[in-house]
């Protein structure tokens, strides 16, 4: 692949591919067929090679669109790939493999203040931890907007700085130079914060405390904590290690809940407080309709539509 070629793809995007050509190429050695280019049968006996190691066929689906995309970029025919044996084989894995997914359950204002109860915030390190989950879920943030996945990997123009953040009479003002939805920096996605003066999980108050705390230029990681003498990014490995500690501390599962569960009940309550659609969609920048998978109004929550339907029935 040309380092053009090569380029038009994120880094995890061109990993998976890699992962993904390279367990392919292995099967066909394995039982002695051509992978390039490959033919119909070849492609229905890998996805139910696949079939024994995937719970879902949607992975076993994105694997086969992995190869086709390695047919494009090599120049290789793709027509096997609409082949009907092929559509035959993955349906009927899609009956036989048919399982329940297990979405992570959303993170929830009780849950936020039994969190902030476990937390030291008279340290630097605990004040920049809470204040990376109450910014998340106010600001329906993904994990890789707050944080890199390592020290040395943090981008300014991917990972929030502390010059993204205005302080505005309202609260706070962030700005998102990138994401998974938009990751071509071709747009500045702002996110409006409100501070919450009455509230104990105020994101105005959490950041401000961390700033107070942590001093650091304006270039510096948004979220940063001191190591070996110096200050450094607050990582994804960290920050997802005490908050699985903290979901575990207050009582909850940690199989259940990931920090991606901040933006799921950033949304839910949203949803809750009668928040249009609209609104919501735009403050997570979800550019499809899938942030309606992450509303997960609670069941002790909807009374209310069977009692509406006796009212109208009563009058």
Known sequence: MSTAQQAAFRPGTYKNLRCQLNSFTFFCHHIGHTSFPVSHITLSMYACFLSRTFRSTQSIRNYISG????????????????????????????????????????????????????????????????????????????????????????????QLCRSDFRFVQQGLLIQIQWSKSRQHH??????????????????????????????????????????????????????????????????????????HSLRRGGATVAAMAGIPDSLIRTQGDWRSMVYKDYISIPATERFHVTAAMGDLMIS
């Open 186 to 259: 071709d747009h500045m996605h702002v996110i409006p914060v409100s501070a919450l003066p009455q509230s104990e999980l105020c994101p105005l108050w959490a950041y401000c405390h961390m700033l107070a705390l942590q001093p650091a230029s304006a270039s510096s990681p948004a979220f940063s904590v001191i190591r070996s003498g110096h200050l450094v990014p607050l990582t994804q490995h960290v920050l997802r290690q005490h908050f699985r500690r903290l979901v575990s501390d207050i009582g909850l599962n940690p199989v259940d809940y990931s920090f």
């Open 67 to 158: 190869i086709k995309t390695w047919h494009k970029l090599l120049n290789f025919d793709t027509s096997s790939f609409q082949d009907i044996e092929l559509k035959l084989t993955l349906q009927g894995l899609d009956k036989t493999m048919a399982h329940l997914p297990h979405p992570g359950l959303p993170i929830l204002p009780h849950h936020l203040s039994a969190i902030k109860h476990r937390l030291d915030l008279s340290s630097p390190f605990d004040a920049t931890i809470w204040a990376s989950i109450i910014v998340s879920f106010f600001a329906f943030l993904r994990k890789s907007n707050l944080v890199p996945p390592s020290i040395s990997s943090f981008n300014p123009r991917e």
